[in-house]
């Protein structure tokens, strides 16, 4: 059999197959539906376990830049539309139809139905859509990535009006201050005001880029790391905060537009980086194969997932087995799915 590329960088297709598993463990976790007191032990199993999973899919993007935005990567516009974006929009069409087919026949719904579900999509297909916008202005980022300075005046803007501004505006209106309104209408003119609003998934894509293309010093990837872990941590205790303040769950700290979101994707992205695999032919050709095989699972683990109807125990102890156990299944069984399917001509393109 041909050995892998020397140019293949094992490491990579590592942090992809994590973040593969994470987005599955994510899903797994009941936390939207199992009626448990909020800041109870079963609470806090599922909190952590979101805390800890939360960053994937903005690691998904930072990838997909990466490589995309890499000048050795140059392809024509016409490449782009006729190869990248063609093969998401037809998985998006093929798995969108055969979720809306099974809601249909699970409920018993007819052809407007059907309709409806094809084109929205199910819940986990947004990505499929924000892949497809971004790889669409990948012609335009180059020509901001084609210069180092410009690239970074791109991340330094994003992140004070994103990440350091914006969040910090969010989080005063957390709390109960005097004249609130004021800093409400402030809050207010400032999101019209930032140009990088609802761009969290572009910021991520060039930030990808910028963090493969150029090598961050030791002192700064240690400092990285670092915020990384102590952003992870935040981001719990600060969900439990606040989630205990609106007795419901809070997704504030844990969307793709926090600050602590951003620094644990970052800071695994470089951990990843600095990895130095020297595995077997065998052990590297099985990691290519997953790795390849990751969008694949995470088109079909909801349709697994959703087959099972599992019931979860509400002892913390069972709970948290249950969820390693359950997403250790889904992850195998669709990643057998999505290499079965693979092998198919016909639908290679849609895995």
Same mark, same amino acid.
């Given at each position: 059999?041909?050995?892998? !590329? ?13 973040? !593969? ?51 050795? %990567?140059?392809? !024509? ?120 609003? $609802? ?8 930030? $990808? ?82 790795? %390849?095989?990751?969008? $694949? ?50 639908? %290679?393109?849609?895995?």
């Amino acid at each position: 059999m041909n050995q892998i !590329s020397s140019t293949r960088q094992l490491h990579y297709d590592l942090l992809r197959i994590f973040a !593969s598993f994470m987005v599955v463990m994510l899903h797994v976790s009941p936390q939207a539906y199992l009626d448990v007191e909020i800041a109870s032990a079963p609470w806090n199993v599922m909190n952590a376990i979101t805390g800890l999973c939360c960053w994937n899919v903005s690691a998904f993007f930072m990838l997909s830049g990466a490589f995309l935005l890499a000048p050795q %990567k140059a392809m !024509s516009t016409r490449t782009l539309y006729r190869k990248n974006i063609a093969r998401l929009a037809a998985a998006f069409v093929f798995w969108s139809a055969v979720y809306a087919l099974t809601y249909c026949l699970l409920r018993g719904k007819g052809k407007w139905t059907f309709l409806n579900e094809l084109l929205r999509g199910h819940y986990h297909m947004w990505f499929v859509f924000t892949l497809i916008s971004l790889y669409a202005v990948v012609p335009l980022l180059r020509k901001i990535t084609e210069s180092k300075k410009a690239t970074e005046y791109f991340l330094l803007i994003g992140f004070l009006f994103t990440y350091l501004i914006g969040r910090a505006l969010n989080f005063a209106l957390l709390f109960e201050l005097p004249h609130k309104d004021v800093l409400q209408s402030l809050q207010s003119a400032y999101a019209q005001l930032n140009p990088y609003r $609802g761009l969290t998934a572009l910021y991520a894509f060039v930030l $990808g880029h910028y963090l493969m293309a150029y090598p961050l010093p030791k002192a700064a990837r240690r400092l990285l790391c670092a915020a990384g872990c102590l952003s992870c941590l935040m981001t719990i205790g600060l969900t439990r905060w606040h989630s205990d303040v609106l007795q419901a769950t809070s997704s504030v700290f844990t969307s793709g537009a926090s600050l602590g979101v951003l620094m644990m994707t970052a800071a695994l992205f470089v951990f990843f980086k600095e990895l130095r695999l020297t595995p077997g032919a065998k052990a590297q050709r099985a990691l290519l194969l997953v790795s %390849k095989c990751t969008f $694949g699972v995470y088109l079909v683990h909801a349709l697994v997932l959703e087959r099972l109807d599992i019931a979860y125990p509400v002892a913390a102890g069972a709970l948290l087995l249950s969820i390693v156990g359950v997403s250790l299944l889904v992850f195998l069984v669709s990643l057998a799915i999505s290499v079965a399917m693979s092998r198919i001509p016909g639908l %290679k393109k849609v895995i």
